[in-house]
């Protein structure tokens, strides 16, 4: 069981090939007692994305904030607070910031989503 709010969970910047300006806070999981899933929220930058990338496992994403192109299979779909969208296994996928604030999304994966 956990309440708590988003300025207690410490930010981790995301490197790696094709990211640009992004932060992970793992707020909900196994930790806290969701043994199967785990809910995080990405803050992306301005002018920053999300790698574009696939794996074998879906996810669920609820933007919070700001504006972005999600790209998925190839067709890119404008999205903004309040939009939301599944993304299902092994489709290749990006989000983009677009607007000139932090894009914010929250993205539920099963637990092995986690360990990327």
């Known amino acids: ?12 910047p995301m490197d790696g090939e094709g990211v640009k300006s ?17 809910m995080r ?6 002018g920053g994305n999300t790698p574009r990338h696939k ?3 879906p996810h669920i994403n609820y933007i ?6 999600l790209y998925m299979d190839g067709v890119e779909y404008k ?3 309040d939009s939301f ?13 677009t607007g000139e604030d932090d894009f914010v999304f929250i993205c539920i994966v099963p637990k092995e ?3 990327i």
């Open 1 to 12: 069981m956990v309440v708590s709010n988003i300025e207690n969970i410490k930010a981790v």
């Open 22 to 38: 992004v932060v992970k806070r793992v707020l909900v999981g196994p930790k806290e007692g969701w043994e199967s899933h785990v």
């Open 41 to 46: 929220i990405f803050t992306v930058g301005k």
């Open 55 to 57: 794996h074998p496992w």
């Open 64 to 69: 919070v904030s700001g504006e972005g192109i």
């Open 79 to 81: 999205v903004k607070k």
């Open 85 to 97: 969208a599944y993304v299902p296994s092994n489709v290749e996928h990006q989000y983009v910031n």
């Open 113 to 115: 989503g986690e360990n």
